[in-house]
């Protein structure tokens, strides 16, 4: 007698959208999704941002709207970048109180500070003329350390606007360190830190130069950014390195192009991992489906699933309140 082995059958769990939707392992939650938001300063209209179709920069008046509707729909947390008027190369609108993101900042925290946590980008690249993510020394290079202390003002500028979480991503070494340090000192030993931990030179990128008006002659940012060729220890370094300066929360970034470096950070490391999908990878799915090459919503929520199921616990994307209204 030959033995009876059961046939192997995955596909009946698969027969009606019921059983799919019982057994479906992963599931995204409006409040694990953080939405990058764009205000700038001085203008009366919102201006849309020509590579990321859907994406704008915001009148203060806007902003206010878009946040209302993110926190209508669940959204976790709202993220935001300003955009001022006037540039240097030492970055002042980085910490002066009435620079765009304080002036939104405390703005958004009065109205919505309950509703959702109000964040905003800790960095220098939307601020100086040249673009860079610090203050350059006299070669043209990233002066790292003259660079911390911008920072760490900055983020004291960015808690004192009301900000509920502080998210360096600059890459510069002993960024969470110093920002850490700096909080505590003036009273802010409650506000966390989300720190952008392993995040590389990457061409997704390209559309935010839009967003943040860079200057078109920027080069690049490999000298503080990581290689994509380089080894995951290098993220591993990284995280591990910011966790023990203070990070409460650490991120992969870009998202879609990560995934592994996303899966080990995520298996090492017990604070959140969050996931920036960058405005690369908003882009090409918006120009796709815009040609009528792909379906929109589908790839959207496939971008995402895929992101969640690598590891991670937050995700930042462009299309937070649409996503948080269809879930
Ligand atoms: C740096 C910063 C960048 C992005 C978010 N924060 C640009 C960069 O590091 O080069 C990119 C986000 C995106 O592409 O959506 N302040």
């Not at 059958?9 to 959208?17: D, Q, Y």
């Not at 000298?223 to 380089?230: C, H, I, V």
């Amino acid at each position: 007698m030959t033995a009876q082995f059961p046939a192997a059958r995955p596909r009946r769990l698969r027969r009606t959208p019921a059983m799919r939707r019982m057994v479906t392992g992963v599931r995204l939650h409006p409040a694990e999704l953080i939405l990058p938001l764009f205000v700038k300063e001085g203008i009366s209209e919102q201006q849309p941002v020509g590579s990321m179709p859907g994406v704008v920069q915001h009148t203060r008046d806007s902003l206010l709207k878009a946040v209302h509707e993110a926190a209508e729909a669940g959204v976790g947390s709202v993220m935001l970048f300003g955009v001022p008027e006037e540039k240097d190369a030492y970055g002042s609108a980085a910490d002066d109180p009435e620079g765009i993101t304080q002036v939104a900042l405390r703005e958004v925290t009065a109205e919505f500070g309950d509703a959702l946590v109000v964040g905003a980008d800790t960095c220098l690249d939307e601020v100086t003329d040249h673009g860079h993510c610090g203050v350059l020394a006299p070669d043209g290079t990233v002066d790292n350390d003259l660079t911390l202390e911008r920072y760490a003002s900055m983020a004291v500028a960015q808690a004192r606007a009301g900000s509920q979480l502080i998210s360096p991503s600059g890459m510069m070494d002993g960024q969470v360190r110093a920002i850490r340090r700096a909080l505590d000192g003036a009273g802010f030993a409650e506000v966390p830190i989300l720190a952008y931990s392993a995040k590389y030179a990457s061409g997704f990128y390209g559309p935010f130069r839009d967003a943040v008006e860079l200057p078109k002659n920027f080069g690049d940012r490999k000298a503080y950014q990581q290689d994509p060729a380089g080894p995951v220890g290098e993220s591993l370094r990284e995280v591990a390195l910011d966790v023990a300066e203070g990070a409460d929360m650490v991120m992969v970034k870009p998202a879609g192009a990560y995934l592994d470096v996303l899966h080990q950070v995520k298996a090492m490391v017990d604070v959140p991992v969050a996931a920036y999908q960058v405005s690369g990878e908003y882009a090409m799915i918006e120009a796709a489906a815009a040609n009528g090459w792909i379906d929109r919503e589908r790839a959207i929520m496939e971008s995402l699933i895929a992101i969640r199921r690598a590891g991670a616990d937050l995700i930042l994307t462009y299309w937070a309140t649409e996503v948080a209204r269809r879930l």
